[in-house]
């Protein structure tokens, strides 16, 4: 599942993983709450108004579309606004876990034992049942959500902090009946729940009624993302859709993406993948069938995967309704509401806007208008959007007094409000020192541990219960540990009109705007930087040499391997977490043939195996590993940063590395430069800005040719910033991603989109002639698990194609003949491309099928049947080729608690579940007075 991208964005409270999950655990002894045990933390008005209340480090910034979640996809991010959105069903979570630390003196180590879980289920929000009907015809009916825990374990303790409740009612849709239905389902409807309204800004009552189209407009807002999708809608009442997207673009956020063709929606393979039919969902009398949200199986496929797809819906943002009855009254009376730019604060000329046909799905979902201000939005979540205070740089959403949970409303435990207070300065030190001081006064709900300063962390660690301290459980089973990584498609995007690779001048202005020189060009990509500029990465010879030569693959291993991950982790996070390089969710299943009876199930428990470390010398064949141990070792006793930065094999490597510029021509006096940008705009770990200060140092040790930059920009330079990441402009590309399955496989694929890993992997193994050469023969002995996958992925889209299971508009085996660019255009949009007499060229939209698949549906597809026929030690393997093959590099998301249970402070007014892997919805969370 490919995440809504969030560019170059403050990295807050909410954002991180571990305060989305400081939301999370009781510790101590056993998570009691209130004011009957003494406090060093003082009451104060947030506490008796309910008020939860955070901090971002970062000035406050007005962007389009900011507060509307009927416009985004992907999984949901723990963000404040999404605390707005309409749902028909989602997954609540109750109960704070009761989590006992205990120090064992004749190890000298922790341990913690999990005496009471958080509870999760499927809720019924906006839907008041679910409708099931199986493949003998049979339809059944869930209208209720009651669920409790009943897991007890022998022992009284719980593995996880964080159990499935279940019901032993059968109409229950948190029952084993229920589950077992959907496995044998056509056909899955929602009745949606009626008298419920929407509200405006300011929290009061409108006419407008939450009605089954406003899931339909939801899903077409969102598939409008797309310039195609508005192109292809536009034409049939003649829409002037290129106008629009230019008034939108000129009046939006500088350097926004909306209405751009860098935005669109990508997780249509989502629904082939469970065997659902996605096509009908556009279909407004097919969509809603009986007055019912429908969905329906493919007609290729005896039953869907609707277990799958129920709780995909639960985790994902496309049906967050959009208010339907509002959008259209305002179309047919011609009274939208006036815009105002981003840029200036100036009206926007509406004239084309109101232009649009009334008939027209652009005008009825409201494309060019609906939700780009925050003054006209509605709201049916849970919260409505209160604005920004400037007087105390606040945003503040309220708690909706009409939503349809009446029993949540009616609390007086719930949630009241929720406040994110704006730093504009930006200055680390002082906003560390103001949230300590506000998390003592009772101010804010909660604060990392490593935001605790280090003149008080000792009383904290003494008196742990009175500050509040608890702990949270590592346990991602969802989410790839990913978020800037080597690019394999690096060609630069995004370029000018009269871009010309005949023409000099036009080379040499994008020349200068490469975070990178000639000289690493030529060892990462096996061509000048001017080459790649003129697309000379073209053909057979050119992509296996980038993709299986030895030049690319081992200056990525060996810049990869100079670092100590685990000084890193570390460092940065006081002693609380260690290395975790594999970027595989730690905590899914590996997902092999053996899953039940192996030994090892997922990533975290076989972590020693995958943290040995060998690099790739100069004859193809790896050197002695290192451990987790030599890193460990290393990071302790080292004499200086620096030299506790180095990795164990670093004296090695420094030969290795000489080696390499050498034979590679780099001269003695000759500098390889690039440029590594910080992934946020503010340093969050905040000791991340010491290691950023280290790294040129280190890489200059580990041979003087090298210079490397490694830098963080602020909001200023988000334009950089983006033509580095998103155009191609860096080595380096950014993403995230959400597993569809619980399995390895999800995760591969993860890696195969954010960093195009799927162009190389359908490569490596396509033959010249009907032979292999001798580079690939050694890049087979070198990684031979990839080597087999890249064969396999071959052989199975041959197999599908001849099945008839799907239809590529360019043949497979026709990838090793493009060029670079045209792979990259490619990527993401398969089946709008073709090629004639060796040229690619746009189809026409009368060609395209609608069995063409994209790459993503190809290796969704490929990595779900493949992983399954590996055991779990094979899938172990395969991700140590792909770390050792694909690089790592320096970031935030590279390390897991050292113990798995990593510290955090929380207001004990607040009674905050335990979400793991899933969403934090304020309205689970409860306030003690």
């Keep these: 599942m490919k995440k809504r991208r969030l560019w170059l964005v403050p990295l807050s409270f909410g954002a991180l993983p571990l305060v989305g999950l400081a939301a999370a655990c009781s510790g101590g002894s056993g998570g009691s709450t209130g004011t009957t045990k003494r406090s060093q933390i003082k009451d104060s008005e947030y506490i008796t108004q309910r008020v939860a209340r955070t901090g971002s480090n ?141 509200v405006d800004k300011e929290g009061k009552e409108t006419k407008y009624e939450v009605v089954p189209e406003d899931f339909y407009i939801s899903w077409m807002r969102t598939r409008f993302l797309g310039v195609k999708e508005r192109q292809v809608e536009g034409k049939l009442k003649g829409v002037e859709v290129a ?127 609906y939700g780009f201000n925050t003054e006209n939005n509605l709201y049916a979540g849970g919260y409505y959007y209160a604005g920004y205070d400037q007087s105390t740089q606040e945003e503040k959403w309220v708690k909706n007094d009409h939503y349809v949970d009446q029993d949540w409303v009616k609390s007086d435990r719930s949630v009241r409000e929720i406040r994110q207070r704006y730093f504009a300065n930006g200055n680390e030190d002082q906003f560390k020192q103001t949230q300590w001081d506000d998390y003592l006064n009772g101010r804010i709900i909660s604060i990392p ?60 202005k994008l020349v200068g705007e490469a975070s990178y020189n000639d000289a690493f060009a030529k060892l990462a990509y096996g061509k000048t930087l001017r080459e790649l500029l003129e697309d000379k990465i073209k053909g057979y010879d050119a992509l296996q040499t980038f993709y299986t030569g030895k030049t690319a693959t081992r200056f990525r291993n060996l810049l990869s391997l100079a670092i100590n991950f685990e000084y890193v982790s570390s460092f940065v996070s006081d002693g609380k977490q260690k290395m975790y390089l594999a970027g595989l969710a730690p905590d899914a299943s590996w997902g092999g043939k053996d899953q039940l009876s192996a030994s090892t199930k997922t990533p975290r428990d076989s972590y020693e195996e995958l943290h040995k470390f060998s690099y790739l010398k100069e004859d193809g064949t790896w050197s002695e590993s290192k451990g987790y141990s030599d890193y460990s070792q290393r990071s302790r006793t080292a004499s200086s940063d620096l030299e506790k930065l180095k990795s164990p094999h670093f004296e090695a490597l420094k030969k290795e590395m000489k080696k390499l510029l050498d034979d590679a021509g780099i001269k003695a006096d000759e500098k390889v430069k690039w440029q590594q940008t910080f992934r946020w705009i503010n340093w969050l770990p905040l000791k991340m800005e010491t290691i950023y200060k280290l790294m040129p140092e280190l890489y200059k040790e580990l041979d003087p040719r090298l210079e490397a930059k490694f830098v963080k920009y602020e909001r200023a330079q988000a334009a950089d910033w983006r033509a580095q990441h998103i155009f191609g402009r860096s080595p380096f590309t950014i993403g995230g991603w959400g597993y569809d399955y619980d399995s390895a496989g999800s995760g591969f694929d993860g890696f195969s989109n954010t960093l195009k890993l799927s162009i190389p992997l359908a490569i490596i193994a396509q033959k010249s002639g009907d032979k292999y050469t001798q580079q690939q023969k050694d890049f087979a002995k070198s990684f031979p698990r990839i080597f087999k996958l890249s064969e396999e992925l071959n052989k199975w889209v041959k197999e599908e194609l001849d099945k008839k299971s799907f239809t590529l508009s360019i043949p497979f085996e026709k990838l090793s003949t493009l060029s670079l660019r045209e792979l990259s255009e490619i990527h993401s949009e398969y089946h709008k491309y073709k090629l004639e007499n060796g040229k690619l060229v746009h189809r026409t939209d009368s060609e395209i099928k609608s069995t063409d698949a994209d790459l993503s549906s190809v290796t969704s597809r490929f990595f779900t049947t493949y992983i399954s026929t590996l055991s779990n030690q094979e899938i172990l393997e395969l991700s140590k080729e792909i770390t050792s093959y694909s690089g790592v590099t320096i970031g935030v998301l590279k390390s897991i608690s050292l113990e798995r249970f990593t510290p955090t402070l929380v207001n004990d007014h607040f009674i905050r579940p335990f979400t793991g892997p899933e969403q934090l919805w304020y309205m689970d969370i409860e306030v003690v007075q």
């Design 243 to 369: 106008k629009l997207d230019e008034l939108l673009t000129n009046a939006a956020d500088q350097g926004s993406t909306y209405f751009s063709e860098q935005l669109r929606y990508p997780n249509d393979y989502i629904f082939g993948l469970y065997d659902i039919d996605v096509a009908p969902i556009s279909q407004k009398d097919k969509f809603i069938e009986d007055g019912k949200i429908t969905f329906n199986k493919l007609a290729t496929s005896q039953v869907g995967k609707f277990d799958l797809l129920f709780s995909h819906l639960t985790a994902s943002q496309e049906f967050s309704a959009a208010p339907s009855q509002y959008i259209k009254e305002m179309v047919e009376k011609g009274t939208i509401p006036q815009l105002k730019s981003f840029k200036d604060s100036s009206v926007v000329d509406s004239s084309l806007i109101n232009a649009i046909p009334k008939d027209s799905l652009l005008a009825l979902a409201g494309t060019y208008w």
């Design 58 to 198: 970062s000035p406050f910034k007005a962007k389009e579309f900011s507060q509307d979640t009927s416009i985004t996809y992907g999984s949901w991010q723990s963000r404040h606004y999404e605390a707005t959105a309409a749902s028909l069903i989602r997954k609540r979570i109750v109960g704070q876990p009761e989590i006992k630390k205990e120090f064992d003196r004749s190890t000298r180590q922790n341990s913690y034992k999990i005496h009471k879980p958080s509870v999760w289920s499927y809720k019924l929000e906006y839907a008041k049942s679910v409708i099931v009907t199986t493949k003998d015809g049979k339809v059944e009916t869930f209208d209720k959500d009651d669920a409790q825990l009943l897991d007890t374990p022998k022992d009284g303790l719980y593995h996880e902090a964080l159990v499935q409740g279940l019901s032993k009612d059968s109409k229950s849709i948190n029952s084993q009946h229920f589950f077992e239905t959907l496995k044998n389902a056509t056909k899955l409807q929602f009745e949606v729940k009626k008298g419920t309204k929407w």
């Design 449 to 508: 541990y490593i935001l605790v300063p280090d003149s008080d962390k000792s009383k904290v660690d003494s008196k742990g219960e009175e500050y509040g301290v608890k702990h949270l459980q590592s346990l991602n089973k969802n989410s790839l540990m990913f978020e800037q990584g080597w690019s394999f498609v690096p060609a630069f995007e995004n370029l000018p009109e009269d871009f010309d690779p005949a023409k000099k001048e036009s080379i040499d």
